[in-house]
């Protein structure tokens, strides 16, 4: 099975590299992508993220999710206190440029829904203002590509 990378520089903006995640979720839920699109952060500082969902990104979704459930229990004041306060915690991670790495691997037989999420991806809106890079095996930059997306874990 050949791969294609896809490389994304969504520079210091974390909220449209977390619209693309997002809409990369549904498209994987939607389409039934599991194991044929995954995708990889690339952060400074050795910070990434995996395609399956690491548990840094996992906390702030609990956190939330938590909070829905504490707001049915306690008066209005102290769940708007808490919903400002969680926005602020994630805006102060988000300080370096952020990379997304993408890996489509599609059997021989898939191959017209290979070049449709070719095509359609880097003409997306979070994605096409990020500097899209399409690589596929045998070119110039493939090798490099793989070994950044494998090397992120």
Avoid at 50 to 67: C, I, L
Avoid at 84 to 100: D, I, N, R
């Amino acid at each position: 099975m050949a791969h294609i990378y896809m490389s994304f520089d969504f520079g210091t903006d974390e909220e449209k590299a977390q619209l693309a995640r997002h809409k990369l979720e549904m498209w994987k839920q939607a389409f039934r992508l599991d194991k044929k699109l995954l995708y990889k952060f690339e952060r400074p500082g050795g910070e990434a993220a995996a395609a399956s969902g690491s548990a840094k990104s996992a906390e702030p979704e609990k956190a939330a999710k938590s909070g829905k459930s504490e707001k049915a229990g306690k008066s209005g004041k102290t769940a708007k206190v808490k919903e400002k306060a969680e926005p602020a915690k994630a805006a102060a991670v988000s300080t370096g440029p952020v990379k997304l790495h993408l890996r489509l691997g599609f059997s021989g037989h898939e191959k017209m829904t290979e070049e449709r999420l070719v095509k359609r991806i880097p003409a997306e809106e979070p994605f096409k203002d990020a500097a899209p890079a399409v690589m596929r095996q045998g070119e110039p930059g493939f090798d490099v590509t793989a070994a950044v997306f494998d090397a992120l874990d």
